[in-house]
């Protein structure tokens, strides 16, 4: 009796009457609204397990390109000497994590102001159609797919330092016992044309970072290393002085 009453109610001549709800037509769309939300659900859910699988995917062929020059033929000790590579003499993995993800973010904020400057100084002329970005694998890409290959034998390889790591690879029988990894060597090409245009494709090098300190504190850059573009061997993006030497 209480639930007939709630769906309507009896009229003085004894008739029963529904009750109309004037708002239940106006709430019907709540049903779409909660399937369209499953399907979106549904939806993102997808995306994010193909976004995984072609995480994974890339990983595996990043490791393959990066271990391509016989680091992979020597297992784990030919990985632990390509990470050496990348860190710096008593930093741990995730030292060197931290340190190279400052300088991104530098280099991001410095490369941010830039552009803003030309949006300014191209204001109300037309301006040139972008090029596209050429997606590259970064120093942060490469330690983090070594050290991921190489958690499944050492699980703490994120807090090895670089002199354990050395240890490791020289006990492995695959270097001498007094080898040393090899140190990061740049190479140089001058950014203006005040040479002609030929000494600006002209590359200079491999050189060691002190040696080239060395010249940039004699000027032989300019004032503040303007006069080059640096990078690091194996790379192909050309950089400022002060975004490779922070």
């Known amino acids: 009796m209480k639930e007939e009453m709630e769906e ?3 009229a003085e001549d004894g008739m029963y009457v529904r009750s109309y709800d004037a708002h239940a037509t ?19 859910k997808r995306k994010a397990e193909k ?8 990983e595996k062929k990043s490791i393959e390109e990066i271990t391509a020059d016989g ?41 941010k102001k830039k552009a803003k400057a030309e949006d300014t100084s191209m204001h109300g002329s037309t301006k040139e159609e972008s090029k596209p970005v050429v997606p590259q694998v970064s120093d942060i890409d490469r330690i983090t797919t070594l050290a991921s290959a190489l958690m499944a034998e050492d ?13 490791s690879v020289r006990r492995s029988g695959v270097v001498p016992q007094d080898w040393k990894p090899p140190v990061a060597r740049y190479e140089y090409r001058w950014a203006t044309t005040d040479g002609g245009k030929q000494n600006e494709q002209t590359v200079y090098g491999p050189f060691e ?3 080239l300190d ?3 504190k004699a000027m ?6 303007e006069k080059i573009r640096l990078r690091k061997v194996g790379n192909e993006e050309w950089e400022e002085w002060d975004d490779i030497f922070l």
């Not at 779409?32 to 939300?37: M, P």
């Open 8 to 10: 309507g109610k009896f």
């Open 26 to 44: 106006h709430d019907r769309w709540l049903e779409d609204v909660a399937e369209r939300d499953i399907k979106k659900a549904r939806r993102a």
């Open 51 to 58: 976004r995984e699988q072609e995480r994974v995917k890339e």
């Open 71 to 111: 680091a992979s033929a020597s297992g784990k000790a030919g990985m632990e000497k390509k990470l050496l590579e990348y860190l710096l003499p008593s930093e741990t993995v995730l030292e060197a994590l931290a340190r190279l993800g400052r300088e991104k973010k530098k280099k991001e904020a410095k490369l």
């Open 155 to 167: 699980p703490e390889i994120y807090s090895n330092t670089y002199e354990g790591i050395l240890r």
């Open 209 to 211: 970072a002190q040696e």
């Open 214 to 216: 060395q010249w940039y």
């Open 220 to 225: 032989f850059f300019g004032i503040a290393g």
